[in-house]
């Protein structure tokens, strides 16, 4: 398979610039291109998270096929068939709620029409990874993908809830429209329910680093490092859809900043879990020989003829 370290390196090494840029700079930066309401940026952030869902629907598609091909045992048919669900459902459940929720066309009276378009959504994606379960010659398939889930599970925990619930950080916009000071992303803004009462403010906005819809955007890249070892062979153009899909990470965390929902440091860091975790699945687990040795199977000894 091709090596991509050199690449996740540099990728790192983007994210890592731009946090010590914006653990300077956020104020200044969020100041200069702040648009409140800006319709371009609210329409990114209704539908850019289709990408880094959809790659989790698609793993499970791959244990879908395995469910209903390759499974022998009923109890091993089962638990895939399960756990296939699980990864549609999972994926369409934080999908769906991020078209009509604060962060996107927020209206809360239809937010149940977000989950009635990510449902067909990853459903294709689903679809896709059932296809690719077919032409796949790799016979440790469902083991990387669960590995792989694993992985991207860590990295949006990490990303989207343990570290936001520790530091508490307002958004740029809270700051800009109230009294709200100015907090770096080292201090924790230990009054966040204070000041949520007294400026009527949802603790969404009390939420800001990281970034989540970096993170999980920039698991475009993990879709693109993963992509070779579900084929069993070599993708063409690998590394130019690995840059494409730091593009789109950075295209997405551009549009954050530019409506106040996050600050330079915030999209830095959510992109920077992310590559982290798939560098770690990318070593310990893609590049581990042991994983894709075949079980040895005893020649029983042929007994001669008398």
């Known amino acids: 398979m091709k090596k991509m370290r050199l690449h996740i390196y540099i990728t790192m090494g983007v994210f890592l610039v731009m946090f010590i840029l914006g653990s300077i700079l ?35 598609g791959i244990v879908a096929y395995h469910a209903h091909k390759l499974s022998k045992v009923t109890w091993e048919r089962v638990l895939t068939c399960v756990l296939a669900l699980a990864f549609l459902g999972v994926s369409t459940y934080f999908d769906g709620g991020e078209f009509f929720g604060e962060n996107g066309w927020y209206n809360p009276n239809i937010e149940w029409v977000g989950y009635l378009i990510a449902l067909p959504l990853m459903s294709g994606c689903m679809f896709g990874g059932y ?34 619930n520790i530091f508490h950080r307002p958004r740029f916009r809270s700051v800009a429209e109230t009294n709200i000071p100015f907090f770096a992303w080292w201090e924790r803004c230990g ?70 929902a996050h600050y330079l440091s915030d999209v830095a860091m959510g992109g920077l879990i992310t590559v982290v975790c798939m560098y770690g699945f990318y070593e310990v687990v893609l590049h581990n020989p042991k994983i894709y040795e075949l079980p040895q199977v005893e020649e029983q000894p042929v007994q001669e003829q008398q």
Do not use: W
């Not at 200044?28 to 989790?56: E, H, P, R």
């Not at 990470?249 to 530019?258: G, K, N, Q, S, W």
């Open 26 to 60: 956020d104020l200044q930066i969020s100041t200069a291109i702040f648009s409140k309401n800006n319709g371009f940026g609210l329409t990114v952030a209704a539908l850019s998270m289709n990408v880094g869902y959809g790659f989790l629907a698609f793993l499970g």
């Open 191 to 260: 009054n966040y329910k204070d000041l949520m009462n007294t400026y009527n403010l949802s603790k969404e906005e009390f939420k800001s680093f990281p970034s989540g819809h970096t993170s999980v955007c920039a698991l475009g890249m993990f879709f693109v490092v993963f992509l070779p070892f579900a084929f069993g062979k070599d993708v063409k153009h690998q590394v130019i859809y690995f840059y494409v899909a730091l593009a789109y990470a950075l295209f997405v965390a551009f549009t954050r900043i530019l409506v106040g």
């Open 131 to 164: 296809l690719v379960g077919k032409k796949a010659n790799n016979p440790r398939l469902v083991f990387l993908v669960i590995a792989g889930a694993l992985f991207i599970g860590l990295s949006l925990i990490i990303g989207t809830t343990v570290v936001k």
